[in-house]
Every structure is written in structure tokens, then in C-alpha cells.
């Protein structure tokens, strides 16, 4: 998309009007959501976006790569999904769950609720042993079904 | 260690080792494509949607419009445009649509995490614009993506009672999501039309894809595309299934384990039902909810002023009604059976005969609903009481005792508990 030298594209217009509207909703919007503290604001908006790119991402993606390539490295590629499934289960229950499964807000919940705020860890824990548990049996029920299939000269 | 395949294969790309992430070689998941960009675009398309306009239905359950009590966003200008008077029919309508917005919004996070993940990509793409167009458009994106995180975070965090964002909830989530559905509009009008048309002509899931978001380079799949989108749907389905029973009582209830208000109800017998703030927590002191110190001031229209011990109030004509509890925060109980004195009769009393609104006021001296404003609509409602009893007992301290206002379809917190003042008139 290469514009002779010294002429800006510009794009569709139609594109253009359609932001500038959206812009202008948003800066409706904006100027009442920064009105009280701004810059903590603008530091939750901007960093809930770096956060997630910057840190999340990289970390989750990293970490994917890593299994499938110990897994690999040992032959057992085709497991990855074994591992990666509950993992990722367990770790978005922890995402979205982590102010009650840290304990952090327990002692505010009890009193404000007059449930218990204790407990969410050990049933994250106990969830996440089903998860992996689950898969262990699946795999295992698999490899044997896998096995029965095979012809018998193969053992 | 395993070899590195991205060496020999970038090699004979010509580009060298793809280090950096605007290098499209970079990105090496064969999973990211076209379709599967536009199966989760189409499936947050339609929730977010559902999201946004059912949180415009419980800002206009405030009744944010009757008095300044009720609005947590008095500045709220234009955005207020759609603004009702909200109805007391059906008496589990704010259940439902309250239920919808949070659980519904916990169960999209897996979805909308899928989503930016697949176009992650793009984030890093070089040049950073090709065109005024292209430029605007990298620019809503955040207002897109950093809107969409800041609207799940603070509503995730709000109903787990974090409340470690910089300001109140109500105009953070209210004024965050029009910033954020600004941008989402946009960005629905410039990709709906090619979402769709993908996912008509790639029907089926597309080994030979092309576009931008193909990897050049993909390493050996370990997983297909309908697989990872089973993935999804099932953390989707985890967090329905962990969630959901906060919106129920007993068996159903338990099954949430890890939500807030979901597992056990606190404590047994006719007041063991979920409660938002207690006694203590609101700092109601039994001194004074006591049969010597506690009184209803009612005040009419024209300034006529009676006060009632909870005795007198015993001897009004009593009713019974079947409510529900329905809390901002998403949880809600099944009815509640109810007993105390019609609203529309304590207004009659101090000689308002015409329907009329009413400014309850609370003995808990600080929170944001200390005071609320209810319309003549509600007040009129024959099911709406100033409760004494519940399940058939006295109220427990928690669940208001001495005296609390339960309106059918109202949101949890317009039901003041600890009721100290009514005051009737045109707010």
C-alpha cells in the first residue's frame, strides 16, 4: 500500500466518519468517567490493556510452549492436550475467582454477607484436582482402548 | 532440548530469525485464522450486546431519574437518554435481567480472552498505520480492548466486594461501558459484514486459510480449530456451572462454589436466606431497633407527620406478598414470603389517597443507599410492603428487623432494611 511520496493516505472516508462518531461517543463518555481520579482511571484503562498483551499473554503462551515442548521432547506431543485442557481450566477459575480463592476479601465478605469467605482455596484446589484427574483418566482409558486395538504381534 | 523448527523453515522464508513479534513468522499457533477470529467475534458480538443493554436496564432500575439518591451518575447528560419508569411486573424481572448481565458477562471471559489472544498478532503489525483510516482505527482498538478488560475487571471484581478500583463502581462501570461500547460499535459495524461472509465461505474449518492472522510458519498443530473452540466453550460451561446457582436457593446454590453468595445460606430457619450487608457490618446497633427506642416517622404530601412504634404499626391492616431478593451484584433468592403493612396504606394513613412517591430513609448512618427513592408506580403496587415478618417470623436483625421495604422487581438495595423515616410526596 505504498502512496506517493509526500501525499498521506487517507483510507475510506467512510471509515474515517464512522471513528470520529465513535470517538466523539466515547469522549462524551470519557470526559464523565475521568472526572473523579483520572490518572487512576486512565492507569486501570491502559494498563488492563498492557497488562493483559504484555504480561498475560506472553506468560500463558509461554507457558503452552513450554509443555508442548518438554512433551515433545520426550515423544508424547499428542498428550499435550491432556496437561494444557485442565490447565487452563484451573487457571481461569483462578483468573476470574482470585479475590475469593487468595482470601483477600475474606474477612470483608464475612462480615458483610455473614457467609464464610474461607474455603474458596480449598475448593479451587479440589476442583482442579478433578480437572487433572479427569484427564489422567481419560488419557489412561484412551492408551488402553488404543492398545486392545493395536493387533496382538504388537507386543 | 528440542531443535528450534523456526531456524530451517525462516530461513527459507528469507527473512532471517523471526525475533521479533511484528514479524508475522513470529506468531506460530496454527489455530489463528480467519474463522476462528469470526466464530468468537459473532459470539461476542451478540453478547456483548445482550451485556451492555441489559446494564442499561438495570441503571434505569434505579429509577435514577426520580431523585438524586437513587443516581450515582448525576452527571450523566445525554447517556440517560432512555431512561423509564421501571415496573413492578413481573416480580422477578430484575432477577432475570441482573442474573443475565453478570452471569452472562463471567461466561463470556473465557470467549472474549480467545478472542484477543487470536488477534494478538495484529497488536504488534508494522507499519503502525497505513493510513489516516488504518491509524484511527489502531487507536479505537484501545479503546476497544483496554474498555472491554476495564468493564469485565471491574465488574468481576465488584461482585467479589474487591473494591480496590480508583472510584465508586457505579459511574466506573456505567461511564466505562459507553466508552467501551463506542469503540465496540465501531469495530462491529467495520468487521460484522466480514466476520459473517468468513463464516459462510469457510463453513467448514480450513486447513489451506490465507489472511493476515494465518501464521506463515504454523508449528504441528496439537490441537484442531473446532477442538480449541471446544476448549472455550467448555471453560465457558465451567464458569456457567459454578456460577449459575447464585440465582437459586438450596441444592442449586450449592452448586457455585466458587462464586460469591453461591455454596450454603447463612444459617438456617425463616431468616436463613442470603443477606447483601448485616446488621453489623451496616452498624445497627440492637439499642436502637429496640421496642423503646425504635420509631417510624411518616410524613405526607401536605406535611402531616405521625410516628409509630412497631406495636401500632402490628395493629394496621397486614399483607402478605411472595418476593424475591435480586442484588446488582447478580445473586438473587427464590420468593421470600413476606408480611407487613402496604405501602399505599402508611401513605393513605398521613392522607395521601393519590399514587405519590416516597423517600425511605435507614438508620445505617453511612452507604451509598442509606436513602432511596421509590415511584408511585411502586408504591402503589399492593404487593409492595413496609415488611415486619418474613417466612412467617419476625424479621432477624440481618434481614432488616425492625421494619424493611420490599418492592416486587425493584433492585436489592431500593429495599431499604432498618427503615427509620418515610416521607411521601412528589420527589
Known amino acids: 500500500m505504498r502512496v506517493p511520496f509526500g501525499r498521506p493516505a487517507l483510507g475510506s472516508p467512510l471509515q474515517i466518519l464512522l471513528l470520529a462518531c465513535s470517538f466523539a461517543l466515547a469522549g462524551y463518555a470519557g470526559v464523565r468517567l475521568f472526572a473523579g481520579d483520572w490518572f487512576g482511571v486512565a492507569l486501570w484503562f491502559v494498563g488492563a490493556a498492557l497488562v493483559h498483551d504484555l504480561v498475560l499473554v506472553p506468560l500463558y503462551a509461554g507457558a503452552d510452549r513450554a509443555l508442548a515442548g518438554a512433551l515433545g521432547a520426550v515423544g508424547r506431543r499428542r498428550w499435550t492436550l491432556y496437561v494444557r485442557v485442565p490447565a487452563m481450566l484451573s487457571g481461569l477459575l483462578l483468573l476470574v475467582w482470585f479475590p475469593m480463592i487468595s482470601g483477600q476479601v475474606a474477612d470483608h465478605y464475612r462480615s458483610a454477607t455473614g457467609l464464610s469467605g474461607d474455603g474458596f482455596l480449598s475448593r479451587w484446589l479440589l476442583v482442579t484436582a478433578v480437572l487433572f484427574g479427569g484427564s489422567a483418566a481419560l488419557l489412561v482409558l484412551r492408551l488402553r482402548r488404543a492398545r486392545k486395538e493395536r493387533p496382538p504381534a504388537a507386543h | ?427
Open chain 2, 1 to 427: 532440548m528440542v531443535r528450534d523448527p523456526v531456524r530451517g523453515v525462516s530461513a527459507a522464508y528469507g527473512r532471517g530469525m523471526p525475533c521479533s513479534p511484528s514479524s508475522p513468522a513470529f506468531w506460530r499457533s496454527p489455530l489463528r485464522g480467519p474463522w476462528f477470529t469470526s466464530v468468537l467475534g459473532v459470539v461476542l458480538l451478540v453478547g456483548i450486546t445482550v451485556l451492555f443493554v441489559t446494564g442499561l436496564v438495570s441503571y434505569a432500575a434505579y429509577n435514577p431519574d426520580l431523585s438524586p439518591v437513587n443516581d450515582q451518575t448525576p452527571d450523566k447528560g445525554l447517556l440517560g437518554f432512555y431512561l423509564f419508569s421501571w415496573p413492578t411486573d413481573p416480580s422477578w424481572l430484575y432477577r432475570l435481567t441482573q442474573g443475565v448481565h453478570v452471569t452472562l458477562g463471567i461466561v463470556l471471559i473465557p470467549v472474549l480472552l480467545a478472542k484477543l489472544w487470536s488477534v494478538v498478532p495484529k497488536l504488534f503489525a508494522l507499519p503502525p498505520a497505513r493510513s489516516l483510516a488504518h491509524a484511527l482505527e489502531r487507536l479505537s482498538l484501545l479503546l476497544l480492548v483496554g474498555g472491554g478488560l476495564f468493564e469485565f475487571t471491574t465488574g468481576v471484581l465488584n461482585v467479589q466486594l474487591d473494591y480496590i478500583f480508583p472510584g465508586s463502581f457505579y459511574p466506573l462501570h456505567f461511564y466505562g461501558a459507553w466508552v467501551f461500547f463506542a469503540a465496540f460499535l465501531a469495530h462491529a459495524v467495520l468487521k460484522t459484514p466480514l466476520a459473517l461472509r468468513n463464516l459462510r465461505h469457510l463453513r467448514d474449518e480450513h486447513p489451506r486459510e490465507k489472511g493476515e492472522l494465518v501464521s506463515p510458519n504454523p508449528a504441528e498443530p496439537t490441537v484442531s480449530r473446532r477442538g480449541a473452540l471446544g476448549v472455550v466453550g467448555g471453560g465457558s460451561l465451567l464458569l456457567l456451572g459454578t456460577t449459575a446457582g447464585r440465582s437459586f436457593d438450596g441444592p442449586l446454590r450449592e452448586t457455585a462454589v466458587l462464586a460469591p453468595h453461591g455454596g450454603p445460606e447463612p444459617g438456617g430457619g425463616p431468616g436463613g436466606f442470603q443477606i447483601n450487608k448485616t446488621a453489623a457490618y451496616a452498624g445497627i446497633s440492637p439499642t436502637e431497633t429496640g421496642e423503646e427506642a425504635w420509631r417510624l416517622v411518616v410524613t405526607g404530601r401536605a406535611g402531616r407527620s405521625i410516628r409509630l412504634a412497631r406495636p401500632q404499626l402490628l395493629q394496621l391492616a397486614l399483607h402478605s406478598s411472595a418476593l424475591p431478593i435480586a442484588c446488582v451484584e447478580g445473586w438473587s433468592t427464590s420468593d421470600q414470603w413476606w408480611r407487613g403493612v402496604r405501602l399505599r396504606d402508611l401513605a393513605a394513613l398521613v392522607g395521601d389517597d393519590d399514587p405519590v412517591d416516597v423517600l425511605v430513609e435507614s438508620l445505617q448512618r453511612h452507604g451509598a443507599f442509606r436513602r432511596a427513592a421509590l415511584r408511585a408506580n411502586q408504591v402503589a403496587d399492593p404487593r409492595s410492603l413496609l415488611a415486619l415478618f418474613v417466612n412467617g417470623e419476625d424479621l432477624t436483625p440481618d434481614h432488616g428487623y425492625p421494619a424493611r421495604v420490599i418492592v416486587p422487581a425493584a433492585p436489592g438495595v431500593l429495599n431499604t432494611k432498618w427503615v427509620a423515616r418515610m416521607t411521601f410526596g412528589d420527589l
